[in-house]
């Protein structure tokens, strides 16, 4: 569904439990544990792309327009710090009355991960041309973020999640998940300047795009390979 024509698609998912982490992987994916989601939420079918970051820009809700070589209006928009994208599901939210906000961490594993338990969700080896990563083969290898809907779709749906861009989340960085949330909702403090994003991107190997890596920047820091997708609650 669409709250309006220039928003992103969206797609709901049911409440649900999943095993999130990795005991054999980066020690930050420690421990693995089980988080239960008992609320459903909508997520971006796509990562917000370029046509849709400049609807937000036009209507001044956010300040900063990206401007990257062989950025398409179907490319995912990158080169975004973690405010830039609070700025735009701010005025997602104004424009359509819903309740639109970055994905938690666990959500974002919970939904890359489509019902499944392996690296990727389409098995335990990336394969060539299932992601846009670093020697994952097809097209787009390495030269720049594919176009939204190049790959296909987990079992929830949606696209992406895997490489392209990596994508911000809600989510303070702490180097564990020793005292994690089990309940689906966002790890905050107050004093937070890291926030963590999931993915992977079209310059990192496959191993950063599983579905369990991790990683973090300051909150304040527009890096070319960081962008984010959108979550919506339902309620």
């Given at each position: 569904f669409k709250d309006c024509d220039s928003c992103p698609e969206m797609i709901e998912l049911s409440a649900g439990s999943f095993t999130m982490g990795s005991n054999g992987g980066d020690v930050s994916e420690k421990p693995a544990h089980t988080v239960k989601i008992n609320y459903a939420f909508a997520v971006s079918r796509f990562e917000v792309t370029v046509a849709e970051?400049?609807?937000?820009?036009?209507?001044?809700?956010?300040?900063?327009?990206?401007?990257?070589?062989?950025?398409?209006?179907?490319?995912?928009?990158?080169?975004?710090?973690?405010?830039?994208?609070?700025?735009y599901v701010k005025w997602l939210s104004k424009r359509t009355g819903k309740r639109y906000r970055l994905l938690s961490e666990a959500e974002w594993e919970y939904a890359a991960r489509g019902g499944t338990k392996t690296e990727f969700w389409w098995g335990d080896s990336p394969g060539q041309g299932k992601a846009n990563c670093k020697?994952?083969?097809?097209?787009?290898?390495?030269?720049?973020?594919?176009?939204?809907?190049?790959f296909?779709?987990?079992?929830?749906?949606?696209?992406?999640?895997?490489?392209?861009?990596?994508?911000?989340v809600a989510d303070c960085w702490y180097d564990s998940y020793k005292g994690a949330p089990a309940d689906g909702k966002a790890r905050q403090r107050n004093d937070c300047q890291s926030r963590v994003l999931r993915g992977g991107s079209w310059?990192?190997?496959?191993?950063?795009?599983?579905?369990?890596?991790?990683?973090?920047?300051?909150?304040?820091?527009?890096?070319?390979?960081n962008g984010f997708r959108v979550a919506r609650d339902m309620n």
């Open positions: 970051w400049k609807a937000c820009h036009a209507a001044g809700g956010c300040e900063y327009l990206p401007n990257r070589k062989g950025m398409t209006a179907t490319s995912p928009v990158y080169n975004l710090s973690w405010l830039d994208a609070r700025q020697n994952c083969g097809g097209d787009w290898n390495r030269k720049r973020p594919a176009v939204v809907d190049t296909a779709g987990n079992a929830f749906g949606l696209q992406g999640m895997n490489g392209s861009v990596w994508e911000w310059r990192n190997d496959a191993s950063y795009a599983r579905s369990a890596s991790r990683l973090n920047y300051d909150n304040d820091v527009r890096y070319v390979l």
